[in-house]
């Protein structure tokens, strides 16, 4: 490790992309740290795996096994409630909110104002309503509380975005919008999200040497008192402005494999905001799940340590055991289909964050 007595802000690290013979302005040891010193290593073998195999390697890794297979059965959705709900929310966000594109810019005038009406009113809740087999009181509860003023925020955020895009002369959309997006589309689904300022630094000490990271946003247990207790590290891509290194922005040409959708620096930035975090997590030191964001992109991360891994790095035994994180391929919360898989897996985590929320 670099020498004692110093501080490193681990969201500021880049993983060193040995896959295309890059040499980085930093220093050696800077940018070996995460890789070399504190043994984080890329599951590459499952890199692009559907989000629910993400999901399910978290689920093995984060809860005990006596337990699994009960946490397994929350997802069977075979009670007629959670059948509605999930339907209820797909219909919500795929047959009302019908945005299907990949960019905002794609988005016409006209439509995105049509789709603004359709959701300020409301008037789709009773249509929905009227022509399903439901239990009405329950699903009129469920959009009245849950879905109808939450989704009109998520409108609301992408109709301010959609302006300025549109507005007089194209505007590059900042990092600040595109997380505010994906934080008001993630809280449609019930999940406790701290964001921007209201995230605290997060710090470690290692050999007398101090490690702090920032997320820009952390989805947390819902009723946690005491301290924090994160469920999952939310990373945003840079403003291109900030990305300070050209080295890197002429490698991001290069890229063939299918991991790299995520470039080296936001690796760093997202695995660093991981091990700082790693004490708060809702499943001890086991580990826990991290989203990555880029623009309208998604990724879902999860984040496995060996057991002791986090006392080991305390105590300063570097190099002894590792951490691996596993990268699901994108989704692209604009696009219908990849909508739908992320629209499942956020409700599965609101209800494995209500079952922790029991157990914890």
Not at 332 to 343: P, S
Request: glycine share 4%.
């Amino acid at each position: 490790m670099a020498s004692l007595n110093m501080k490193v802000d681990l969201s500021k690290q880049c993983i060193p992309d040995s896959s295309h013979g890059v040499k980085r302005n930093r220093s050696d040891s800077e940018k070996q740290l995460l890789c070399n010193d504190f043994q984080i290593k890329f599951d590459s073998d499952t890199f692009a795996l559907d989000e629910y195999d993400v999901f399910t390697k978290g689920i093995l890794h984060f809860i005990e096994k006596s337990t699994c297979s009960e946490v397994f059965n929350l997802f069977f959705k075979g009670r007629r409630e959670d059948k509605e709900k999930y339907e209820c929310f797909q219909h919500a966000l795929l047959d009302v909110f019908d945005i299907d594109c990949c960019d905002i810019d794609d988005i016409d005038n006209e439509d995105i104002q049509k789709l603004n009406q359709k959701i300020e009113d409301c008037h789709w809740i009773d249509r929905y309503i009227s022509r399903t087999d439901c239990n009405r009181q329950p699903i009129r509860r469920l959009c009245d509380r849950e879905l109808c003023s939450s989704l009109k925020m998520f409108m609301w955020q992408l109709l301010h975005m959609h302006r300025k895009q549109k507005g007089n002369g194209p505007k590059k959309l900042s990092k600040g919008m595109y997380q505010g997006l994906f934080v008001s589309f993630a809280r449609i689904f019930g999940l406790n999200i701290v964001s921007g300022s209201n995230v605290e630094k997060y710090s470690m000490t290692i050999k007398e040497n101090d490690f702090i990271a920032t997320p820009d946003a952390v989805i947390c247990h819902p009723s946690a008192l005491d301290s924090d207790k994160i469920f999952a590290v939310i990373t945003v891509k840079q403003d291109q402005e900030e990305e300070n290194d050209p080295v890197e922005s002429s490698s991001k040409k290069q890229k063939t494999s299918p991991e790299d959708h995520i470039d080296s620096c936001l690796k760093g930035q997202h695995c660093g905001q991981l091990v700082c975090t790693l004490p708060f997590s809702v499943f001890g030191n086991c580990g826990m799940y991290g989203f990555v964001v880029q623009e309208t992109n998604v990724t879902l991360t999860c984040f496995r340590p060996d057991d002791g891994y986090y006392e080991d790095l305390c105590n300063g035994c570097l190099r002894q055991n590792k951490a691996v994180v596993t990268f699901s391929k994108q989704y692209n919360i604009l696009k219908k289909n990849d909508r739908r898989q992320l629209v499942d897996m956020l409700l599965d985590f609101e209800k494995l964050l209500k079952f922790l929320s029991v157990k914890i």
